[in-house]
């Protein structure tokens, strides 16, 4: 009965292998759904998984009565493959695969094809791909871990076993992946600590020993150091493994190696990060901050950028003042005009606008020195640019990444705990091992694994408190930064203060002189009317007779009195009497008072015409008004009145 299943078993195992493409459908014994099963089929054709030309498979095996592990050639080949693995003239007690990328973020360095034929053959079962997916080519480490166990230790297990390949199908297997920094081997690259995982496959058959492996791994790191443990530890050499309960102890030693690399850099690279973090908050602890924001260091920092009323910037030339200025004697000149022609009738200037003139004269003068002294201000910039705040705030992030990668490792560490101490009591475990002789040996692994948990711990609370440190070194910067805008700010309202009563004054100022000239305009209005009153009837009453000679033209007479319309006597008395020619003096009035009418007359036509032109020009770039819009109401009622208009069918 025994046999008839052995060859059912192989039979089916034949079919499966005759489609290893369609792994992990092609399993023969698993736990997982079917559509998990083509989940996880899918998943592998991507495109990103395997490299097209890299190439890093290999195995080391162990064959019974032999005390020398042997390491393979190269197996870039799937054909290379198929000879390395098959069994039929021998399984050995061990085998382990080493499967690498070209870089921890690159792709799987074997084919498809070469992959789903190793899984198919050692039927691996199928939440080992959970693993394998993460080795593709992507962007950012990976940051999660994991364990996943597949057991079939029970009575109620179902049976699978090959007895031409010496497999039992009563094994233990689990699979899991495990995080930790290591140090860059190029000191040029920006990230000197990346995050690098290893991920393994492990079955163990407790009827006879054997134990398969799989380790990925993006260098050969771990490779070696297996490697080397087999020729010089105690429980790992070939010739030490004779019998089920020894390879059990040393199985559990090759996941111990795996085990200890997820905490041992751990130490060197949190002291990075606290030096690292000191570096860039020790000058926000100590910063002379009250005199670095003082009103002096904030005018000389922003002194170069300042605008000057005239609309010139200062600052443009090394030379240049900050507002215009005249020579002295020149400025007196104006002055003492001005006070002539009644221009500096205004308000008298406060002895608080002589001292604000006379600063800014004096800090006209800060262009023009070659300030040599550190500009307080301009060093807090740079001792808190936001540069130094990215930095700070990446520092924060691979804190936050570390702290999860840890809680991730303890929790893989309490489910290998927790899941050996499970297969040792069970039943396949228990009837098919000698407990007595590899329980001290479980202990013991379960011992070192509770203690790398607790030295997990203590890196774990080492970060907490640095990652406390970082915020408060962030909340000191921002409040830093926050406290500079402040003194700055309030140092541009008071320079605002002070300009606006500046302007003030000069609007005050200007007020007095449109009042004055103003005054004056009505003045010279009234001038204007009354010369024109008078303009035709003097024109009238000059003689307008061209004299023979060019020197006695103003010798004659050109008034009035030499009109004709009075006489005179030849001695240039008036006589005794009044002699008026009324017909001249008629003619005189005829002539200059409607030539009167008619000046006056075509000034106010050309007065009101300039008016009406000048308003008419004012009144085209006023906006138009906005149209009302009709309200609901008004749309209501005129909705109403549309509907009376439409006549009703009767």
Known sequence: MATQKAVECEALF???MSRTRDYPTNLLRTDAFLHTLESYRRRLNGNKIFHPEYRSLACIDLYENNHEFHSSRKLDTLDKLRMEIDEEDGAPLWRLVFLQSATSRGALGCTKEQLTHLLSYFQVMPSF???VLTFSIR???VAHAQFRYENYLERSSPEFALPLLRRSGIQIQHAFNLLSVEKASNPSENNQWPLRQVALYHSFDVTNGRCFWIILKGDQTMARRIFDATKQHRQLKAKEITSLETSFAASLQVQMIMVEWCSENWAEYIDHLEKDVATNSVE?????????TSPTEIELMHASRTTNTWGSQAGSSPTSPRRRTFPR???DLLAIIRRLSGLEAGVPPTPQDEINEEDVEAKAGLGEQDNNEGDKLSDLEKDFSFKKFQRLSLLAQDLDQALVVIEQNKGVLKAIDEHYRSVAESYGFTAHMKTELCSGDLMTFLTKIRS????LDIHYSRLQALSRTLENAKTVFTTLLQYKSEKVSEFFASSAKTSSDRMEYMTQKMHDIAVRTEQETVSMHVITIFTLIFLPGTFI???????PFLTNFLTRGQTLFSSGVFHWDDDGSLGSDWVIRKNALKLFFSVSLPMMVIILSAWSLLYLYMRRKRHQEETKWVLPVTE???TGEDRAEEGGAAAEKIPTNV
Do not use: N
């Open 14 to 16: 034949e079919e499966s």
């Open 129 to 131: 791909l959970d693993f």
């Open 139 to 141: 962007g950012a480490p």
């Open 284 to 292: 926000g602890k100590a910063a002379p901050v009250e005199k670095m």
């Open 329 to 331: 004697s020149s400025s």
């Open 452 to 455: 790398i948990g607790r030295d």
């Open 541 to 547: 009453a000059v003689w307008i007779g061209i004299p």
């Open 628 to 630: 009302k819009q009709p």
